[in-house]
């Protein structure tokens, strides 16, 4: 089974996505650290910034499982291949893999090409053959091949014969414009292998997913005999994007049982995926089947006793295979079970202290049923469960705080807050200003009690969330805020609601700092 | 065939969504503007807020195509049907319909539920007897359905088998963990309905989407014969979560030819699963099938041209029939295009006014670059065309406010605002007290503004949005606020960016206002 990654070139297409040349070295590696067999790495000649990609992977790309794969398209119409210069591009990559595309729906061929039947076969079986003559391996991407071999399946075989005729290596049907079903993908191969009389595991599948289908498009062509598969990482690409490579894979190894990966590689995903959306700058999608941040979490109270007896009755495959982890959300639905899971995973055991396990269920009860939500929010959980075992006071108190925000005559905005506090018995007052309301107090505490705890100066507040949970009441609604706060070495989330904004953050931003002392020991 | 939907219910599980019983409301009105056939709107008696969902639902849902569903579980082992409180429970919401589920994976019953195979099937039986006998159409969800018959094919058949004999009208085959693969669930459905000897049209589908393909295996299940088809708006749910029901409901309209939706709600969908996203405060997927705004949109330099001339040989369906349209990446033109198109939408021809419609185009351009958004907001958008047009002017001018959040010694958290304007000539104070600085900015300014215009006291603002742009500078990130007012004839959505979150509410309130004048004409 060849796994054929287009991450580089076809899910570069995606919108929000512009990766640099060395953005492209990077997930290249991280490819092949996954162990796919090929990385189409772009489009020479085409794209001046993919040129330079292959230039530079020449001298600096070493690859331990993957081949690079240069793309381009057949020779244009009445022009000879070996006077193309996108053709003359490919070669000059000197990958020893080209992919190359070809119109094979009529339709295209006459419209968008505005060339003969003919003279489109030509072009394939010339620009293989060239190849081929080259010592290349061909691997011919058949454009728009569902919708032409639905409209037109006599032409559309006839365009997959010229590539075999001429020496390709493997055709690859492309769901170009992402509107096919599974049942539609595997009757057409069935079809065009019993029309071309060759076997096929000589195909290749690439799916777009139009129709929310593309990794299960990918996976009946798997059914039906396909042996070659290309997907990109995450699903990225043009429109809702690519089969995604990973859930791909993990369905054909874990589903199939067909191994395809290099041992030790399928552990890779979660960080593989990952690394390469903090490159394209993507936010990773919490959701996504197998490597999202929550693909293994249970939040259902009912299940949580159950799960924490028997998990295989409630994972469909065991989390750790693919490097990720099972995750138990605290919520308003979870019961006493899930909060000793939960407090387990953080590393405290209330299986001896019944009351405690008691009393922070009831906690966490009302103040979900106030709107408080601990399910994104870690640390503030583990603080109420430390609180609720006496393992952790409050490093100082409030007496009171002022913040005001002014626009003033000049048009400028300043905020500036100003906190009253006692840390170890000495009352300190202190005020700073912010960029905001709610930075201009975390600026005034981490003032204030900066001189006992020198160590907040490390923490960074790296994101900051706001819901309105009651949407009838206008402004007067109740707020919650969710912080995320970073010491470098590890990341936390705290939470914080009130019917005022600035409350809310307050809360949020006490035990962020909270949180963050009990971590370094004074 | 019967459109089920479970975002309110088995789609509240999903990790960070938590709805408030306003929200659970106007979800379901948006679903019954999409035209589905149920509506399951929570778990009553197990989940305080889904009680008050349906209490209030009684009083103030009024649905023009759904039916609204009660969700639980079968009676207790070795209690009466009778005196289980959850039974009763769903019972008392009154709702036509009841959906509850029952275990039928051997295993489950065995471990999980700590009964015997006799007593479960019993469970089923009597509790689908009770609602058949009180006159509630029953569907039974049959819990890790595959998962079981894949187990002990005898023992989940005789599940379906019991509710089915005690009076069932749907038995949903439940893929809980989200493992299935196409090919599994159709080979699945064979097999049951031989060993049942009832027609697969008898049977539902639930399917989570642990393997990606939850769209598809919901679909393989349909071309098996099944009429009933749950699923999640965009996909919200567990884990993965659950199958979208935009893409099931739009494949099985446009791809498979049947019409389940009545007339002019396919065209609801784009708007629908959107306005559902602003309501869970979940950023909506761009790259969403068939409702994502980049769906349809193109990049690839060379198709463009071709596009222009032929869209129907580049996208799998026509992007109109579901409400969305087809973009053009990086071209202007699009920009200027959809932006006349928008206006027209408003009622505002910029067809003849080319010099306004380019300035409107570069005013929105520089601003969305700023992460303004009028997607949500069109009373802002309105506002700046009808600037542009030299249609209307401020009602006022601000000189400056001031707003002041204080924690006080006694534990109260007071906010109050002062607003220095200048309303038609005259120069006006006002200071107000709120329950947060917003509220307390727009009370202010409503004192100042009274007097010459009486009637923004029939305003109200009904909801307050704050998302964070740019999640890399913890509180100093931009942030975008949308405000939506009404004045009981109609709502409006306003919005505001800027760095600091009252001033970006600022902005909003100001736009709300001015709209809100405009509309009453002085």
Redesign the interface.
């Known amino acids: 089974m060849q796994i054929f990654d287009t991450t580089l070139r076809d899910g570069a297409?995606?919108?929000?996505i512009s990766y640099s040349v060395a953005d492209k070295l990077a997930v290249a590696r991280l490819l092949d650290e996954f162990g796919v067999g090929f990385i189409e790495g772009g489009w020479p000649g085409a794209m001046p910034k993919d040129t330079e990609f292959f230039r530079r992977a020449r001298e600096e790309l070493e690859l331990k499982h993957a081949k690079l794969v240069a793309f381009g398209s057949t020779r244009k119409a009445g022009v000879h291949v070996e006077e193309d210069p996108l053709v003359r591009a490919m070669l000059d990559t000197l990958t020893p893999v080209v992919c190359f595309f070809a119109k094979s729906?009529i339709?295209?061929v006459e419209?968008?090409l505005r060339t003969t039947p003919e003279e489109n076969l030509a072009m394939v079986h010339d620009t293989v053959s060239f190849f081929v003559a080259n010592g290349r391996r061909v691997f011919l991407d058949c454009e728009?091949f569902f919708d032409g071999f639905r409209y037109d399946p006599d032409y559309a075989t006839e365009v997959a014969r010229a590539a075999f005729g001429a020496g390709a290596e493997r055709v690859v049907l492309c769901d170009t414009?992402?509107?096919m079903?599974?049942?539609w993908i595997s009757a057409a191969i069935g079809d065009l292998t019993a029309r071309l009389g060759v076997s096929p595991s000589l195909l290749g599948i690439h799916c777009q997913?139009?129709?929310?289908?593309a990794?299960?498009?990918t996976?009946?062509a798997v059914?039906a005999g396909v042996e070659h598969v290309q997907g990109t990482a995450n699903?990225y690409g043009?429109?809702?994007?690519n089969a995604?490579i990973f859930?791909v894979v993990?369905?054909i190894q874990l589903?199939?049982g067909r191994t395809v990966l290099p041992d030790g590689c399928l552990e890779q995903m979660v960080r593989v995926s990952h690394a390469i959306a903090e490159i394209a700058n993507i936010?990773p999608d919490?959701?996504?089947?197998?490597v999202?941040a929550?693909?293994?979490?249970?939040?259902?109270g009912?299940h949580a006793?159950?799960i924490k007896?028997?998990p295989v009755?409630?994972?469909?495959?065991d989390p750790i295979v693919v490097g990720n982890d099972m995750k138990i959300?605290v919520?308003?639905?979870a019961g006493r079970a899930s909060i000793e899971l939960k407090s387990r995973e953080l590393g405290l055991d209330l299986a001896g202290r019944p009351e405690v396990a008691a009393s922070v269920t009831d906690q966490v009860k009302q103040r979900e049923?106030e709107g408080w939500?601990y399910?994104?929010a870690d640390a503030s959980f583990e603080l109420l469960v430390r609180g609720a075992l006496g393992e952790i006071t409050s490093p100082f108190t409030?007496?009171?705080?002022?913040?005001?925000?002014?626009?003033?005559?000049d048009g400028a905005?300043v905020?500036e807050g100003t906190v009253k506090v006692r840390v170890r018995g000495e009352r300190i007052i202190a005020t700073a200003e912010?960029?905001?309301?709610?930075?201009a107090l975390?600026e005034a505490l981490r003032t204030a009690l900066s001189k006992h705890f020198p160590q907040l100066a490390s923490l960074?507040?790296?994101?900051?969330?706001?819901?309105?949970?009651?949407?009838?009441h206008?402004?007067?609604?109740i707020?919650r805020v969710l912080l995320?706060t970073t010491d470098d070495l590890t990341t936390w989330v705290t939470v914080g609601v009130?019917?005022?904004?600035?409350?809310a953050?307050?809360h949020a931003l006490v035990d962020a700092l909270t949180y963050g002392l009990s971590r370094t020991k004074t």
């Not at 929550?294 to 259902?300: D, L, R, T």
């Not at 206008?474 to 609604?477: F, P």
């Not at 009130?498 to 409350?503: C, I, K, L």
Request: charged share 25%.
């Open positions: 297409q995606s919108e929000g729906d339709r295209h419209r968008a728009h414009n992402g509107g079903l599974p049942s997913n139009d129709t929310g289908c990794v299960a498009n996976i009946a059914e699903g043009e429109r809702p994007g995604d859930a993990a369905n589903k199939l936010a919490t959701h996504q089947a197998y999202g929550a693909a293994f979490a249970h939040k259902a009912i006793s159950a007896v028997d009755l409630y994972n469909h495959v959300l919520t308003e639905m049923a939500s399910e994104a409030l007496e009171s705080y002022r913040v005001i925000v002014e626009h003033r005559e905005v905020s912010g960029n905001g309301p709610v930075n975390d960074e507040l790296t994101d900051y969330k706001v819901r309105i949970l009651e949407g009838s206008g402004t007067g609604a707020t995320e009130h019917e005022n904004v600035v409350e953050s307050w």
